[in-house]
Every structure is written in C-alpha cells, then in structure tokens.
C-alpha cells in the first residue's frame, strides 16, 4: 500500500495526507482499530457504558479511588483556592505549593529521600531515561516492557538491548557480555516493570537489583501496576521486596491507575530528583497539573496511608476470583496480581467472549495481537475493591455461562 508519488520533470508530486485513510481503513478491516466504548459518568463498580449498565472489570482504578468522597472533595477545594488551571510549566511560574506538598508526601509514602511528579507516567519514562544514559552507555531492558519505556530507550543515545523476560540468569548472561566491551561501557542502566500489564506477572526485582549490583548497574523500575497493590498498604514492589535505595535507585510509577487520578511520579535520592527535574524535558517544557488534580493526589496518598481496608480487599477479591475461575476450568496464566488474563488463544474467541459479556452486563476488554502472541489472546479481568462479593458471582456466573456456550470449559 504506497502512498501516491508521481513524478513531473524534476519533481515529485505528494499526496500529503492519503496515508492517514489508507492505514486507518487497513487497521479496520484487519480488526486492529480501537473501538472506544464510552463512559456515561464515573467510573464506578456498576457504570454506564455506550448506554448500558454493567460491570466495571477491566479499568486500572484498582482501589476504587477515582470515585472516593474524600479525593472529589479535596479537588473542589482546590479549585476554589488555587483555581482552574496551574498557569505554566513548573520550572517558570507553574510550581504551587500543592506540587511541593504532593512531592514531599509521595516521598515519605515512598520511604524516599524525595519525589518528583510528572505530567503522567508517560512522560516520566520518555522525559527521564534518555537523561540517565547516554553515548557511552548501555541500557538493558526485560523484552516485555511497556510501550511508555520503550520509547524512553529509544530517545537515548546509549546502546542497547534486551534480555529474556523475567529472567535473571538471561540478565546475567547480557551484562557478562556487557563488560566484554572497550572501551567500558561509562554507565549501565537496567529497566524493568514491575508487575507486567498483560499477565499480571511480578519482575523478581530482588535479583535482578543483585545482578545489577554486581555490575555497577543502576535499576529502574517501572511500578504502575504495583503501587497500590503490592508491598505494605500498597507501597509497591521495593516494599514487597524489602529492597533498600542503594538497591533499586528509580522507583517510577503513575497516579494514574491505583491512585485513581493522573500523572507520573519518580522516587529515590534527592540527587535522583535534583537531576531529574534540571534534564528532563517531558517536565521543563510541558505545563503542569491543575490544582484540582494535585490536590486529589495528595488524597489519595492519604486514603492509602489511612484506608488500610482497600488493599486488603483487593487481595481477597483477587484471590477468591482467580480461584473460582481456575476450578472452573479457565486458564488464568501465570497472574500474582489482581490483572487476571483469562486466555482463550483465537482472537475472534476473545472478541467474542467480550462482546457476549458486554451484552450480559460485563464490561471486559479483549487483549489480542499485536498486544500479545496471536496464539494467547484473551480477556484481561483488572479487580476492583470497591466490588462487592456478589458482584464478583455475578461476574464469575457470566463467564461460566458464556465460557460454556463458545466452549472454552
Ligand atoms: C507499565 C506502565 N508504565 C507506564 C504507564 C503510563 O502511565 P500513565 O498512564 O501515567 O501515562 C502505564 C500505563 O498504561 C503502564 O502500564
């Protein structure tokens, strides 16, 4: 499929924007295009959805807390005292004291020298790790790592590569080979998630920190899905791991998913943070978040810090629906974490399966190719403290019912 080129004398003629209908109308009829469902209000255990009410089971509000009183409160508040908007990025006029309040309580949420907040976790990921390597350096990262690091890498001018998934003795394999290099690599940077979005699984961050150290190696990971979920009262994966600083340097994550808001954050020394904010673009040159956001984010830290029920509750949920779904016969993959995948293989099984669910009151989104192999597409479950038990036998009922009617059990 090219785009149209044609050539008059010593010009070529472009058709400037053609491109944009033709790979648009390829990823329709190959079933790449996101269909976007909508959300008619928040987003609460039962919501409404493209006009219908169902089951929230697949959203990233793994605490319930982008619906808490205390979070909706504490941002009408802030509005009224610090207004709509920031009015600059954050090294110009764009700093309010609700910034520096949120980063010193992450901080100590984070048992941290110190923080930094970014505009989303994205943004961390793409504004910090091309500063922390460079042309004499050598980033290595777990083959499975998200999109957001990914593209962080790929604006670095350091080398780099990969090393198997979750694999440690891969990992020693990489920088063994690593130190054959000459001149020596300056610098060696190690990137991981922590908890692995398409299967739930958890990095063990425990050796791979020990590998590293052996090599001189600073560790970066990227705990999204583990903050709010692993470690005590949802501290993350360091604290599950009982790593100290020297162990993990970077510690990034997101308000974006347990938090129940939106924006990045990086965690660890206050040199980390002194150089972070002084080189990363992503921060210098992009505005920063409204008060009303800031505020909910302190109250979410809050909430975290003096709600110890939610991730008790997560837990028992994860724990009670994972079982039921295994005795029923599904195949829950290799999930230590609230993301269960229930994977079915075909991809038009899985669409299927999400769609029949969707009719019955079950909101679950398809994960298929590219996102993973073609022969392990699936319906990616994310639980939710703020269900109820009976909304997880209700959730439970449909799957077996349908799982039976397509023949997956
Ligand atoms: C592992 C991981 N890192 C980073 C991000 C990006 O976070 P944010 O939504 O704050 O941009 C995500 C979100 O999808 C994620 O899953």
């Known amino acids: 499929m090219d785009d149209k080129i044609a050539q008059r004398g010593l010009i070529v003629m472009r058709d400037p924007t053609v491109f944009l209908h ?90 941290a020298e110190a923080s930094l907040v970014y505009q989303t976790g994205f943004a961390a990921n793409a504004g910090l790790i091309p500063q922390l390597a460079g042309k004499e350096d050598l980033i290595i990262s777990d083959e499975l790592n998200h999109g957001s690091i990914i593209d962080g890498v790929r604006l670095s001018h350091a080398e780099r590569t990969v090393y198997k998934h979750s694999d440690p003795a891969d990992l020693r394999r990489v920088l063994d080979e690593a130190e054959k290099h000459s001149p020596p690599y300056r610098r060696i940077l190690i990137i991981t998630d922590g908890v692995f979005s398409m299967d739930g699984d958890v990095a063990p961050l425990d050796e791979i920190a020990k590998a590293g150290a052996e090599h001189g190696a600073m560790i970066y990971v990227d705990d999204a899905h583990g903050e709010g979920v692993l470690g005590e009262g949802g501290r993350g994966i360091v604290s599950h791991f009982k790593l100290g600083r020297d162990k993990v340097q970077v510690e990034m ?44 984010c302190i109250a979410a830290v809050d909430v975290l810090e003096s709600e110890p029920q939610h991730v008790r509750t997560l837990w028992d949920h994860t724990h009670f629906f994972k079982k039921a779904m295994k005795d029923l016969g599904f195949d829950v993959g290799r999930s230590e974490t609230p993301i269960t995948p229930i994977i079915v293989g075909d991809s038009g099984v899985a669409k299927k399966l999400s769609a029949k669910l969707f009719e019955e009151g079950v909101f679950a989104l398809p994960i298929v190719y590219p996102m993973v192999a073609r022969d392990k597409a699936r319906i990616r479950t994310i639980m939710n403290a703020a269900l109820k038990r009976e909304d997880l036998d209700f959730a439970i009922g449909k799957f077996e019912k349908i799982g039976k009617e397509l023949r997956i059990i």
């Open 22 to 111: 033709q790979e648009y109308e390829e990823l329709v009829k190959n079933e790449l295009d996101w269909k976007l469902r909508i959300l008619q209000g928040p987003s609460t255990p039962w919501c409404n959805v493209d006009g219908k009410k169902v089951l929230m089971f697949c959203s990233n509000n793994y605490l319930g807390l982008s619906n808490h009183p205390k979070l909706k409160e504490a941002a009408m508040k802030a509005i009224q005292t610090h207004g709509a908007g920031s009015g600059s990025v954050r090294p110009i006029a764009g700093t309010m004291d609700l910034h520096m309040e949120l980063e010193k309580r992450l901080a100590e949420f984070k048992n």
């Open 253 to 296: 994550g997101t308000f974006s998913k347990a938090f129940g808001v939106v924006g990045g954050h990086v965690s660890g020394s206050t040199d980390l943070v002194n150089y972070a904010y002084n080189k990363s673009r992503t921060w210098l040159l992009s505005g920063s978040h409204p008060p009303a956001v800031v505020a909910a």
